[in-house]
């Protein structure tokens, strides 16, 4: 039986006003995002279904929900930040996209009856959470019986040491990160909340440093750190797991991607 998350969030209170305060600078940022060649990748491995009602946890301005959309029934996006949803629900609304509506809500405590959804889904929002294993276990209350939950999220390096820097430098650039998982990591996260994975997919994704920083109004000190440890890199230093070269004259890094999918045991059912 999953354990329904208590109602008092007095333990995630700090790191909702710091997703709060991070994303309403960021929403702006957010907002002008196009639906990527990279995210619809991630889309197309979820097995999407004509008559599914979604549920897109942690939506921001709903990049992912907008993706969604036309290939499905409904969607809810279900955000904290103010900015980030309203910016969402413009962007639908220029996209003619009617069957997006958006909510404010907790990812820890859901306020959502059990099974209501044919699938639940989340993106880049892992390593924003206090305990990510209190999410997905929410995940997986809301989703029905024999229904899907996904994730999609940023992975860090398998080695410990150097996922440890890795989310250091994440870190300096925006202080509501907390922990980027490893892949495998990642996995057991979701296996763990009753979940039976069905798919597993992993993408490099290239992202040029200047926009990143840009995105998140990376303070001078932040850029100019992180712009050391990735020259130092490139000089033959010590490695960051951000796997930093140049494209065009501009300095760029990789994200892995990793893409998780998997069904809701009906024995789990609540």
């Known amino acids: 039986m999953i354990q329904v998350v208590t109602k008092d969030l ?8 710091a997703i709060r305060a991070e994303f309403s600078r960021q929403a702006a940022s957010w ?43 409904s969607v809810v996006g279900l955000d904290l930040t103010p900015e980030m949803m309203e910016h969402g629900r413009q962007a639908a609304e220029r996209e003619g996209l009617s069957n997006v509506r958006f909510e404010k809500g907790a990812a820890e405590d859901l306020p959502y009856d059990p099974s209501s959804f044919d699938m ?35 992975v860090a390096p398998d080695d410990p040491e150097l996922a440890a820097h890795y989310n ?52 001078a000190a932040a850029r100019e750190q992180i712009v050391r440890d990735l020259q130092a890199e490139l ?20 994200h892995t991607w990793s893409v998780v999918v998997g069904v809701k045991s009906k024995r789990r059912e609540t």
Not at 11 to 17: P, S, V
Not at 35 to 64: H, K, P
Not at 195 to 213: H, Q, S, Y
């Open 120 to 154: 639940v889904v989340t993106r880049f929002s892992v390593h924003h959470f206090q305990k990510p294993a209190a999410v997905l276990l929410e995940m997986a209350r809301v989703c029905r019986s024999g229904g899907r939950v996904a994730v999609i999220d940023i």
């Open 10 to 17: 007095t333990d995630f209170q700090r790191q909702h006003e």
């Open 168 to 219: 250091d430098l994440e870190r300096l650039r925006d202080l509501s990160h907390t922990r980027a998982l490893s892949a495998a990591e990642l996995d057991q996260l979701v296996q763990k909340s009753g979940i039976r994975i069905t798919g597993k997919f992993l993408r490099d994704v290239p992202n040029v440093l200047e926009e990143w920083f840009d995105r998140s109004s990376a303070p």
């Open 31 to 73: 907002s002008k995002d196009p639906i990527s060649e990279d995210l619809r990748w991630a889309v197309d491995r979820l097995a999407l279904d004509r008559d599914d009602d979604v549920l897109d946890v942690a939506a921001g301005t709903g990049l992912l929900s907008r993706a969604i959309a036309p290939k499905v029934r």
């Open 235 to 254: 000089d033959d230093g010590p490695p960051t797991g951000m796997r930093p070269f140049h494209r065009q004259e501009r300095l760029m890094f990789l």
